[in-house]
């Protein structure tokens, strides 16, 4: 497990032999004949500073695969600039419908629709390694989209059988998109994926996410935050994409606020003699912790598993006293129910913090709309609390079914009652979305 107190200094060194590929691994390191060109002058950032376009050359479209060869390659402690694409290799630009959205789903299956710049090789990481990869600067692009397709995917594909695409003007100088009827959705971009190569041979759907990181849709994974992620293969191989511009807690459309990063600005450490089992995320505030299952109770069971061994560590405490320390100070929510692998993540105080900080409001209060649920199985607390606020944006703020199902997608942050039984959800709506 990772104690905040580590650190990592690694020389900057350049490789200019040549490559020797096998599956998943590469026997020593080059630097390709462009890297060289990549690399430009830095005496601000940690190590040396890398350029990483976003081009069909340096980009795949919606898997990951062990045995692809890196483009670029870098030392444990230098700096990436990172380009992002759209979806589809930037087919999801505006003027785009939902029925060619929906198409480049069909008719590639067992593909997703990301679009992911990379692999990055990491010299010196090793299967067994901890990757630190910390988000110093992102900067998107100026329009972004959410979209449902047709009676395909998403939380409730059969109840909403016709699709929608919305596209938006990103103003960052106010850091808001305006939505219509009145409503401004606040902007908090995040890499929707940020993860590294599997253990397993082949080539993967880069939907689920798992051990490796990769889909996480965690929106707490903003600049100035840092992911740890476990190492399973030689380099490492980092990858990038499906870049947001906000997301709510729980993504149940299917899409946030879809957009492209003109600056992913990453500092990239490899840590030795560490064991991470999943990746966590360090926030100025929180230690985060993660679970994933197609099942959300089995997702949330993982999380907690996780967060009790955690808090064990960083308390100095014993497992029985991490697991009652968790129901008192761990805020737990959905961070996704869309992706193959639905996600439960902990928001953990760094520092003797006594109690949750956070509001789980039982009904609607001054500040939210709000929709709860307490059934035995999770999955369906879920589906029946976000009905339950699609239907209260409809009742109570006119929106039509397909906005709503819109707004609650990239706005609604869905947190979890771990102390009772069952479990609750409860679903907020911020009311100072509306502007007007």
């Given at each position: ?297 089995l997702a949330l069971a993982n999380a907690k598993v996780e967060t009790s061994k955690l808090l064990a560590q960083l308390r100095g405490i014993t497992a029985d006293q991490a697991q009652s320390l968790m129901l008192r100070v761990s805020d737990c929510r959905i961070t996704q129910i869309v992706d193959g692998k639905k996600g439960v993540h902990c928001l953990n105080p760094i520092g003797n913090v006594g109690k949750l900080s956070e509001v789980r409001p039982d009904a609607e209060t ?71």
């Amino acid at each position: 497990m990772l104690k905040k107190s580590w650190k990592s200094k690694t020389a900057t060194v350049l490789f200019l032999s040549g490559i020797a590929f096998g599956v998943g691994a590469y026997t020593y390191l080059s630097i390709l004949p462009e890297d060289a060109l990549r690399i430009v002058p830095n005496t601000r950032l940690p190590g040396t500073l890398h350029i990483l376009p976003a081009t069909l050359e340096t980009t795949q479209w919606g898997w990951f695969n062990n045995a692809q060869p890196p483009v670029m390659y870098i030392q444990s402690g230098d700096t990436v600039i990172m380009e992002t694409m759209m979806h589809a290799h930037n087919q999801l630009v505006p003027g785009v419908t939902v029925e060619t959205l929906k198409k480049l789903r069909t008719d590639f299956p067992g593909r997703g629709p990301m679009t992911l710049t990379g692999p990055i090789y990491v010299d010196g990481a090793e299967p067994g390694d901890v990757l630190k990869v910390h988000i110093n600067k992102i900067e998107p692009r100026a329009y972004g989209a959410n979209f449902n397709l047709a009676g395909f995917l998403g939380a409730f594909p059969s109840l909403f059988p016709e699709g929608q695409v919305k596209y938006f003007y990103l103003d960052w100088d106010r850091r808001v998109a305006e939505f219509g009827q009145g409503i401004e959705i606040p902007l908090r971009p995040f890499p929707g994926t940020l993860g590294v190569a599997r253990a397993e041979p082949g080539q993967y759907n880069a939907v689920p996410p798992g051990p490796f990181a990769g889909n996480l849709d965690n929106r707490d994974l903003v600049e100035g935050t840092t992911l740890y992620v476990p190492v399973f293969v030689r380099g490492a191989l980092l990858w990038s994409g499906d870049s947001h511009a906000a997301q709510g807690n729980g993504e149940v459309n299917l899409t946030a606020i879809e957009t492209a990063f003109k600056e992913l600005n990453i500092t990239v450490e490899v840590i030795k003699g560490s064991h991470l089992d999943w990746p966590l995320i360090e926030t100025p505030k929180d230690w985060i912790t993660m679970g994933f299952n197609s099942d959300l109770n089995l997702a949330l069971a993982n999380a907690k598993v996780e967060t009790s061994k955690l808090l064990a560590q960083l308390r100095g405490i014993t497992a029985d006293q991490a697991q009652s320390l968790m129901l008192r100070v761990s805020d737990c929510r959905i961070t996704q129910i869309v992706d193959g692998k639905k996600g439960v993540h902990c928001l953990n105080p760094i520092g003797n913090v006594g109690k949750l900080s956070e509001v789980r409001p039982d009904a609607e209060t001054p500040h939210y709309l709000v929709a709860v649920s307490h059934l035995n199985d999770l999955n369906a607390a879920m589906n029946e609390a976000s009905l339950a606020m699609i239907e209260r944006l409809q009742t109570a703020k006119g929106l039509s079914r397909l906005d709503a199902y819109s707004i609650a997608s990239i706005a609604m942050d869905c947190r979890l009652d771990i102390t009772s039984t069952p479990t609750g959800v409860h679903c907020l709506v911020p009311k100072s979305l509306w502007v007007n």
